[in-house]
């Protein structure tokens, strides 16, 4: 057997338990821990350095953001008799749903919160000047109506629609309220603003309705593909550890809970961000494989130079491509939220579209196990090229 067909055959066996025995690794389910038990065991054949680390996260982030939209019901409501304060309450609320949205746990931390879990492995530098984080969620995603793919190039746009109706309600609480103040009225805002309320409120009734048509997945490409790849990583540092690069490999749990995992990590060892780099590796089984330079759904997030530069001097060596994501956010919306230095590696189609995002075609027989290979080997190539550039 080749050493590429060996290399194949240990990606697909990690993949056939994640992707294959286990139905979905939905988030906060036993499966979900059966899943980082696995790959606890899988770490420690390269590091003793493995830890779980526990924490809690709400069940649903669709519930979450859609109660904000409800909330601007109640502001419509107030600005019937209190339009200034109405005005004021609707910044407020417009803020925290930005906040919430940008990874900062505001009203969310009064949700329910159930278990979840990373995996964390460690692979220690003898001079360590710089750490760097290679991440992979490991929970699986749902398939829902809002997940179709006819409707996912269409949510950046959706998304917009619905901040705009929100800067309209409240800019008409603040005309209403001018109004009063100098004695004009106008008769019509009060119908705009309720248009608009309508407008959300059918927003949110959407996102309650998806949450409850959710089908769980395999998530073969995403993300069994990016833990696959960190696995193989592993096993390199196991024998050829960087000199003055701390790594971690982190497989981040809730993930489809925005991304809990994630940011329970920053927000818990509060890694320094001037000597700390964060590499993500999601959906890298499927399309052509890329780095982003840019992401973000909601404004473009610049990835790191450095991480750039290092992936421009070894992309020709793995076919890797440069490209930038504005459909869906990835797990690097967080550390870029926070002013972390990330670059994600992901798969795109020809569209520049994540294939088979969060939809029940995303199955082992779409993955191609040479390509998470490539992902895994152009993260080492990238990582020792980080290093001595600096």
Same mark, same amino acid.
């Given at each position: 057997m080749s050493e590429h067909t060996e290399d194949s055959e240990q990606i697909r066996k990690d993949m056939l338990f994640l992707a294959g025995k286990l139905a979905h690794r939905g988030a906060q389910t036993d499966e979900e821990r059966e899943a980082a038990h696995f790959?606890?065991?899988? /770490?420690?054949?390269y590091t003793p350095n493995v830890e779980i680390d526990d924490f809690s996260a709400i069940e649903n982030y669709l519930y979450l953001f859609a109660s904000y939209l409800t909330e601007f019901l109640v502001v419509a409501v107030l600005a019937v008799w209190f339009p200034a304060f109405a005005t004021v309450y609707g910044i407020g609320v417009f803020l925290v749903y930005w906040a919430e949205f940008m990874g900062w746990r505001i009203f969310s931390r009064f949700m329910p919160q159930y278990d979840s879990q990373n995996v964390i492995?460690? /692979?220690?530098?003898?001079?360590?000047?710089?750490?760097?984080?290679?991440?992979?969620?490991?929970?699986s995603g749902c398939?829902?109506?809002?997940?179709?793919?006819?409707?996912?190039?269409?949510?950046?746009?959706?998304?917009?629609?619905?901040?705009?109706c929100m800067a309209v309600i409240v800019a008409t609480c603040a005309t209403?309220?001018?109004?009063?103040?100098?004695? /004009?009225?106008?008769? /019509?805002?009060?119908?705009?603003?309720?248009?608009?309320?309508?407008l959300l409120l059918s927003g949110a009734l959407f996102m309650f309705y998806a949450s409850l048509h959710g089908e769980d997945i395999r998530g073969a490409n995403r993300n069994a593909s990016g833990v696959a790849a960190m696995l193989r990583m592993a096993a390199h540092f196991q024998d050829n550890p960087l000199e003055e690069t701390d790594v971690w490999l982190v497989a981040a749990g809730s993930h489809e809970s925005w991304m809990s995992g994630l940011q329970h990590l920053l927000r818990t060892q509060k890694p320094d961000k001037h000597a700390t780099y964060i590499l993500n590796l999601e959906g890298v089984g499927v399309g052509q494989l890329s780095y982003l330079t840019a992401e973000g759904m909601m404004h473009l997030n610049t990835a790191d130079k450095d991480l750039c530069h290092a992936a421009s001097q070894v992309q020709q060596q793995f076919d890797v491509h440069p490209a930038f994501l504005r459909a869906v956010p990835t797990a690097a919306h967080i550390p870029h939220a926070h002013g972390y230095k990330t670059l994600t590696i992901t798969g795109l189609d020809e569209n520049q579209m994540p294939p088979h995002w969060n939809w029940v075609t995303d199955s082992i027989s779409t993955v191609d196990e040479a390509m998470v290979v490539r992902a895994a080997d152009f993260s080492v190539a990238l990582l020792t090229q980080l290093e001595d550039s600096q």
């Open positions: 790959l606890q065991r899988r /770490f420690r054949e492995a460690q /692979f220690m530098a003898p001079r360590p000047k710089r750490l760097v984080i290679v991440t992979a969620h490991y929970d398939a829902s109506p809002l997940s179709h793919p006819n409707i996912v190039p269409w949510l950046r746009r959706l998304h917009y629609f619905l901040l705009l209403d309220a001018l109004g009063r103040y100098t004695g /004009f009225s106008y008769p /019509f805002i009060a119908h705009i603003r309720w248009t608009f309320v309508g």
